[in-house]
């Protein structure tokens, strides 16, 4: 079974772009090992609260002027 596991900030994403966003991983998987693991393929987006995550020792924040996603 064909599985992606996404991890994005908490409200970086709208519901329309996560359902592009697993459509579009649908297909590349369907792309690469054909359309028999379309019924098998498992797509995860895991939202990470703000400041759950960091790089090189620095925590990562959304800045205050962006706008959410809607």
């Known amino acids: 079974m064909p ?5 994005v900030p908490e409200r970086a994403l709208s519901a329309g ?4 966003l697993i459509h579009k991983t ?3 998987f ?6 028999g693991v379309r ?4 797509v995860l987006i895991e939202e990470v609260v ?5 790089r090189a020792d620095e925590v ?3 800045p205050g ?4 996603a809607s």
């Open 60 to 62: 990562f924040t959304i």
């Open 30 to 35: 369907v792309e690469m090992f054909g359309g």
């Open 39 to 42: 019924p098998y393929t498992m």
């Open 3 to 7: 599985f992606a596991n996404f991890k």
């Open 50 to 54: 703000d400041g759950g995550y960091g």
């Open 26 to 28: 649908t297909a590349l």
């Open 17 to 20: 772009q996560k359902e592009d």
């Open 65 to 68: 002027d962006l706008p959410a």
